[in-house]
Nanobody, 126 residues
Framework: QVQLVESGGGLVQPGGSLRLSCAAY????????IGWFRQAPGKEREGVSC????????YYANSVEGRFTISRDNAKNMVYLQMNDLKPEDTGHYYC???????????????????WGQGIAVTVSS
């Protein structure tokens, strides 16, 4: 059992940056693949950035490629999402997720993840 707690969201102007953090409790995070997902009002949850268990495979949605960076610190049981050059379309609720045995070609599929945080709001607006 893994409990995930996100932090670092908020309101930011277009072009600004935020770093989301996800703390894992109850189990070592290095047993899991991890991912960041987001959901905008009226839209389905989508994979933003994900990383497999050994960190050898990383996924970025086309819309965030080159602007967002996912990282994990297994020693601290933490996952991060550095978001730069934020755009209004990045607005949404962001969720941290963890899963066991994630296939490399299925990292962005939310149904493959076993544990989810409560989510945190990110609003990009002037």
């Amino acid at each position: 059992q893994v409990q995930l707690v996100e932090s670092g969201g908020g309101l930011v102007q277009p072009g600004g940056s935020l770093r989301l953090s996800c703390a894992a409790y109850g189990s070592r995070l290095d047993y899991y693949g991890i991912g960041w997902f987001r959901q905008a009002p009226g839209k389905e949850r989508e994979g933003v950035s994900c990383k497999n268990t050994d960190g050898g495979t990383t996924y970025y949605a086309n819309s965030v490629e080159g602007r967002f960076t996912i990282s994990r610190d297994n020693a601290k049981n933490m996952v991060y999402l550095q978001m730069n050059d934020l755009k209004p379309e990045d607005t949404g609720h962001y969720y941290c997720a963890a899963g066991i045995g994630l296939p490399n070609d299925g990292l962005a599929d939310p149904v493959r993840y076993d544990y989810w945080g409560q989510g945190i709001a990110v609003t990009v607006s002037s």
